[in-house]
């Protein structure tokens, strides 16, 4: 069974940075375009990053497009999210998610489009 393990999370102060990890198993992680997506408290699931299987195309929610960096080690099996110059509105837990590709080099958007979901790791930024 595919595994995905978010770590990274915790509290911080506006401005600060934070990285978070999803370390996937049970897969062969080059075969799966990963995203990234968070939940605040009383709002639905949203999209924050994608990359590809390589690592080489990223996409990026406008809310965080210059401050969040997506990357991906596959021979780690890991995908990372760099979040800089954070702000209180990033607070949310946050999920990482695989979708298996074949002979795609794409990313993707909507969750319903992801196979598997990690159980998220949770951020705090305060003001």
């Known amino acids: 069974q595919v595994q995905l393990v978010e770590s990274g999370g915790g509290l911080v102060q506006a401005g600060d940075s934070l990285r978070l990890s999803c370390a996937a198993s049970?897969?062969?992680?080059?075969?799966?375009?990963m995203g990234w997506f968070r939940q605040a408290p009383g709002k639905e699931r949203e999209f924050v990053a994608a990359i590809n299987w390589s690592g080489g195309s990223t996409s990026y929610a406008d809310s965080v497009k210059g401050r969040f960096t997506i990357f991906r080690a596959n021979a780690r099996n890991t995908v990372y999210l760099q979040m800089n110059s954070l702000k209180p509105e990033d607070t949310a837990i946050y999920y990482c998610?695989?979708?298996?590709?074949?002979?795609?080099?794409?990313?993707?958007?909507?969750?319903?489009?992801?196979?598997?979901w990690g159980q998220g790791t949770q951020v705090t930024v305060s003001s």
């Open positions: 998610a695989a979708k298996k590709i074949i002979g795609s080099d794409s990313y993707y958007h909507s969750h319903y489009d992801y196979d598997y």
């Open positions: 049970r897969i062969t992680f080059s075969y799966y375009a």
